[in-house]
């Protein structure tokens, strides 16, 4: 697993918590100055690299479509950053109950 904060500290943030969440991936809470945001960080060995950006593109233009899929942001020159063997995207943080991960309709 990744050290979050070492890596967020890579991108310019800060690290707040681990959030639940994420199968092949670690979630954290972090700040950029008072912007709370959301981190996925993925170990880039276990994805591939062109399907990667290929679903983080579609996440963001489904947001464009609909209210409910929360966009991908850039920080930086692109929506996933490459620290060493690690991708991150940085979402927006919307703030609410944690998601029920063994029901379908969440």
Do not use: C, N
Request: net charge negative; charged share 25%; hydrophobic share 45%.
């Amino acid at each position: 697993m990744p050290p979050a904060r070492e890596v967020l500290a890579l991108m310019g943030l800060t690290f707040v918590e681990e959030l639940h969440g994420g199968h092949q991936s670690r979630v954290v809470l972090a700040r950029r100055a008072d912007e709370p945001l959301v981190v996925k960080l993925t170990d880039a060995h276990l994805v591939d690299l062109g399907e990667f950006e290929t679903r983080t593109g579609l996440v963001r233009d489904l947001a464009a479509l609909d209210e409910h899929t929360v966009a991908p942001i850039e920080i930086g020159a692109s929506l996933i950053s490459h620290l060493g063997g690690w991708l991150a995207v940085a979402y927006p943080h919307v703030p609410g109950r944690h998601p029920d991960t063994e029901s379908r309709a969440e």
